[in-house]
């Protein structure tokens, strides 16, 4: 076999391997040689750049067949004349994983706490270590250096590594029912979208509502309140159904994002679903996974809720549909659109429902499904089927009958993400509880209400409104949950608050809050991110609607919860 030589080529995928030659000045090479090859060298095309170099083995014997070296091979560098084999400079070190900043202050909270703050006498040395861990969790899911799940599973990791916890103890909150409930829930509005039947319900509205641009509103928010109970999550509720159609409608009439023509119709529209949202997510106990968390909590603190989808809807029903039938006629005069009417969009609907077809087979086994699942929901404690075993039955159907791919569930990574850190904080708040902090705080706080000498009504008031002002601070509903719901309701409870009446309230709030800001919540990114809403807009808007709500919710639903007897 002849001489071998070691040569530099450039494959890129797109097309044929290709050999390229580069002449480099080397004090090595003789002058006959240079005069030699240097015509050569310089009559080749260039070599290609863009595409990461490739190293190959050919002899003399057979140059058509390539072979790939085994290892990179740096390209020898001319700049020294010291060293011929010189390498080329390796990147510079570069700081990954954490962000320093979010870091030092999420640890710093937990050291404070833990080290330069007197430990109540009241508390044990167990339970004031697992406060700091947690205080420093919370900062975590605020600040962000790492993405929650990460963060939640360091804050978990310490727990066991510090002995504050056993790994059994730390690890008891994964096999929560209500947790799967929620994870399960992600699968049912994958299924929503994934047959399109979301999207055929909301534009059947714009069909037979949507000849005006206030009638259209009405539409998009009736049929959201009509899919929220089957399809327990906001956020793909509003990316996978309605932002879409808004887009369209929007597009349709001229309406564009990130333009002035912005306020024709996509802002208002807009706007009106994002506020209407929350009040759907807080008519039923299944329209929302934080609901469901609400109430797990409110359990583990001794307020157990009979029959709770029931009397979670009962509660909610008249504010809500209060709250719903008022948004859309409020907003339309707070933040009025230019066009007023759109004799177009139920045209449109008509012809994107003949472009869809006839409902499918998948579509009605989704509606067969989701109907069995909220009956069962209803009804199920009276028959001994919990909530829990609904969602695994009606999953099951899902993946039987082929409308959900166990692939689907893989990919629905929120879902999965959500049981890691939804499990680290009701583990947390859970043990906080049984080392009596919860009670501690909440003590706390109801002898700073008495030394008021506020009457229980007036320090309910007090609390919840504390409680939804303090979302500013938090990105998400569900962490704002796991971080303050359980105090809350403890001092509520301290407080002579009539318990399931507290338990309800701070659940509804939790949802009402999440169209508070433009980050307050998963749809809240959603819409936002849409380009229609200018930011100052929507934090103005936001706390107007927040008082309308805090109105008609404090009002008529006082009223309605007497008559309920709740207090």
Known sequence: MGSSAVYSAVVSPSSRASLHFEYRPSPLICPTAKRTFLPLLRSLPPPITS???????F?????SILTPLPKTIRPFSASSSNDDNSITESPKLQLQGAKIVPLVLSLGVGLIVRFFIPQPEEVTPEAWQLFSIFLSTIAGL????LPVGAWAFL??????VTKTLTFSTAFSAFTNEVIWLIVISFFFARGFVKTGLGERIATYFVKWLGKSTLGLSYGLTLSEALIAPAMPST??????????IIKSLSLSAGSK????SSKKLGSYLIQSQFQCTSNSSALFLTAAAQNLLCLQLATELGVVVADPWLSWFTAASVPAFSSLLLTPYILYKLYPPETKDTPEAPAMAATKLELMGPVTTNECVMIFTMLLAVSLWVFGDAIGISSVVTAMLSLSILLLLGVLEWEDCLNEKSAWDTLAWFAVLVGMASQLTNFGIVTWISNYVANSLQSFSLSWPLAFCVLQAAYFLIHYMFASQTGHVGALYSAFLAMHLAAGVPGVMAALVLAFNTNLFG??????SGQAAVYFGAGYVDLPDIFRIGFVMACVNGVIWGVVGGFWWKFLGLY
């Open 235 to 244: 956020t793909a509720r509003a990316g996978g159904v309605f932002l879409p």
């Open 515 to 520: 169209a508070l800001t433009h980050y307050s």
């Open 257 to 260: 994002p990130n333009d002035p």
């Open 155 to 160: 804050g978990l990791t310490t727990t066991i």
């Open 142 to 145: 605020v600040l962000s250096p």
């Open 59 to 63: 002899t003399t014997s057979n140059p």
């Open 51 to 57: 595409t990461p170099h490739r190293l190959f083995l």
